[in-house]
């Protein structure tokens, strides 16, 4: 089973870059098989790292094993061509360790900053993709002014024709589109996944699409303990700041924080949350890998940001030494 790690680059003191490198360095040895980054511009505080293409390369010219995803590249905030050329020069520069995540995005302010029509982000995301895709098969035209038909010539890939590519999505357009495409999903925290499955697994079957499922990958807070009272003490740690974190998100939205319902617990624990000894979270990867046919979890042993990286990185290093091992051959 490929095991991940995702939601990094959002912690507390996340504007120490040289401390944020030396965590990628010590994630690579830990045997942890990638590393995902999402892409957000123009946030409240600013985040450090808005270009995902220039964090992997930093991290990938500082490690030697892991790969380096992205979750997502926002296609409609994007020129294809120029992302097309510079995907394939960090595929080349880092000797193909990278894998591509691909969304339209949904976050308003980002969209009216830029001056796109949400309307128009389904449109974008088909256009660009089928652009990207079609510089690195080599087919890529554009006409001239003067009429003349332009190749676009692009570094080849050393995962040819390109790196791995994956959507990101619950509607069953994006879905869908997926489905038509062959490509694996990037399955997220919410909604849980077993309503994607299920419309995935009918779009497939119903249209005769290949099933990329086994390829996809699953997402889960991660929460482990040397013993199922030493987890359940860092879940008691957690729980507040998950809230804390939904009651700003919600108040970005207009949401007032007495407005804001608190954590489903039952929801938490049944759909988004590996909790327990190193013995009790194999057995629970082990029969979420049975269950939905999945062989890759992201693995968010900070709870998205929310956690300092001392508490996260005690976490990741007890899973590497005592449960890691145990998933290889499963």
Known sequence: MRVDIAGIGREPDRMDHAAFVARMEEIDRLGYDGVWFNEFHFQTPPQPYPSLLLLAAAVLARTERVRVGTSVLVLPLHNPLVLAEQIAQLDWQSG???????????????????????????????????????????????????????????????????????????????????????????????????RQIEIYRDLVRAHGFPSRLAESSLTRYVVVGRSAADAEAHLEHLLPLLQTRRIYYAGRRGVAPGDVLPIDRELLLRDQLILGDPESCFAQIADLRRRMGIAALRCVFNGNGVLSPPLSMEQMRLFSQEVLPCLRDI
């Open 96 to 194: 193909g360790r990278i894998d591509i995540g691909l969304g339209r995005g949904t976050d308003p302010g980002t969209l009216a900053r830029l001056g796109i029509d949400p309307a128009s982000t389904r449109e974008r995301f088909e256009d660009a993709f089928a652009a990207m895709r079609s510089v690195w098969l080599g087919t890529a035209r554009q006409r001239a002014a003067d009429g003349e038909a332009l190749t676009i010539p692009v570094q080849p890939c050393v995962q040819a024709p390109h790196p791995p590519l994956y959507v990101a999505g619950y509607t069953e357009e994006t879905l869908t589109f997926a489905g038509r495409h062959g490509l694996p999903l990037l399955l997220s925290l919410e909604p849980p996944e077993t």
